[in-house]
């Protein structure tokens, strides 16, 4: 998986310009939703449901993409590749870096809230 950046910062200028005084609370929901899902994911590969794993890893990564977190988009599409194929060796390392990414994003997003 080749090194992506962790936010694509304008895509979250656009978004802001956009949304106006919203923009805080969309981060704010963003997050929390990141939160839920990755609690999703973490419980799918842990019970081995690859279905519910792929699903969860295909709504973090769309999240993901409108928020313009690159890196994280990269990790959840490769967790969702694999899932649909339901090969899940290997896919706690890959979780851990998508958790290490996202508290990453998530402090970088802080300054917006």
């Known amino acids: 998986m080749s090194e992506q950046p962790l936010i694509d910062y304008t895509v979250l200028a656009s978004l802001k310009t ?3 005084r919203d923009f805080s609370q969309l981060i704010d929901t963003y997050l929390k939703d990141s939160e839920l899902c990755l609690c999703h994911m973490q419980k799918a590969l842990a019970s081995g449901n690859s279905e519910a794993l792929r699903r969860a890893a295909h709504s973090f990564k769309g999240s993901c993409s409108n928020i313009g ?10 967790i969702e590749q694999a899932a649909a194929s339901d090969y899940l060796v290997g896919l706690e390392t890959v979780l851990i870096a998508l958790k290490s990414n996202f ?11």
């Open 18 to 20: 956009i949304m106006g």
């Open 69 to 78: 977190a690159t890196s994280l988009v990269a990790h959840s599409q490769h």
């Open 103 to 113: 508290g990453q994003v998530r402090q970088q997003l802080a300054v917006y809230l």
